[in-house]
């Protein structure tokens, strides 16, 4: 237990860290119509003073088309400007921070975007209620776009004082969206084998490298599975994993699951449906929470019973 608390370097880049805890993004909801609020701040300076060696703000959409709903946190003079004092007060208190970037792909439900971009055409599970129903396929130019946003984002977080990146390739969003042959069907060299699937994140990691420099960290979250029948396997993770570290991604962290497929694969224990259908928002929310809960198509089991008993709060709600 004593390495845990010894200072550690970070991959091959520049930061040391005070120690190998780090915390892993998680959304935390502190932002008001996308720009961060005190509470997140106060959130991540309590990391730091609780001893954490790197605490990750989570989702910081690259662009405003990368948001899953209009008034999520995306990388811009407004939010930057919050960002920078965050940092610093994180600094302050002896800590290092890091920013988790990511692009939402099909997953959205923001109407700002009439059709939001994919590796394929594909249903949006989310999003079908507010009327964005199918994704288009990206082009090689929408590649290059998006690349070209992530290694931006980056840039403009280290130069107000940011530790690190983490691009986000998991839990559904856009680069897990390649990596996973359940949602990538193409038919060129981006679709495929493995080694194809998980080009696009791949170039999309080089690229922010080549931007930043490498003494500047870049992780990468990364499934070990996507948790649904023909989606991205332990032994897709292993190859992906091997390319990432041959490129330079300074750390992995590992996760599982596809948002709008099996939102609860890496959780245990009853469902907490009814908690979720009340503060679910709008009627159509209550019943896309329900929709993607309950379908055995996302990998999660309710006895028919329980089932029974959920049904009637959701027409209550």
Not at 17 to 36: D, T, Y
Not at 94 to 112: D, I, P, R
Not at 127 to 137: D, E, N, Y
Request: with cysteine; charged share 20%; glycine share 10%.
């Amino acid at each position: 237990m004593e390495r845990a608390f010894l200072k550690k370097k970070l991959g091959q880049s520049d930061l040391f860290l005070k120690n190998i805890f780090i915390r892993s993004a998680a959304f935390e909801g502190m932002h008001v119509q996308g720009i961060p609020n005190r509470k997140l701040i106060d959130h991540h300076v309590a990391m730091a003073k609780g001893g954490v060696g790197l605490s990750t703000v989570s989702y910081g959409a690259v662009s405003s088309d990368a948001r899953t709903f209009n008034t999520q946190m995306y990388i811009n003079d407004q939010s930057l400007k919050e960002l920078k004092v965050l940092a610093n007060e994180v600094h302050k208190a002896g800590g290092k921070v890091s920013m988790q970037l990511t692009h939402c792909g099909y997953f959205s439900k923001n109407k700002e975007i009439s059709k939001p971009l994919a590796p394929s055409r594909v249903f949006n599970e989310y999003g079908f209620l507010s009327g964005i129903v199918f994704s288009k396929a990206m082009t090689k130019a929408d590649m290059n776009q998006i690349s070209e946003d992530f290694a931006r984002a980056s840039l403009r977080l280290n130069e107000i004082g940011f530790d690190a990146v983490e691009i986000h390739m998991g839990h559904g969003y856009l680069l897990s969206q390649f990596l996973s042959p359940r949602t990538n069907r193409r038919k060129d060299a981006y679709g495929g084998s493995v080694e194809n699937r998980s080009r696009f994140p791949l170039e999309v990691l080089e690229k922010v490298i080549h931007r930043v420099g490498s003494g500047f960290p870049v992780l990468a979250k990364l499934n070990l599975s996507d948790g649904i029948r023909g989606g991205f396997s332990l032994e897709d993770c292993k190859y992906v994993s091997g390319e990432l570290e041959k490129r330079g991604c300074s750390a992995i962290v590992l996760s599982g699951g596809f948002t709008s497929k099996s939102p609860f694969y890496l959780m245990r224990g009853k469902v907490p449906l009814v908690g979720m259908i009340r503060n679910g928002g709008s009627l159509a929310e209550k019943f896309e929470k329900v929709f993607r809960c309950l379908s055995p198509t996302w990998g999660v089991s309710i006895p028919g019973k329980a089932l029974s008993r959920f049904w009637m709060p959701v027409l209550i709600l």
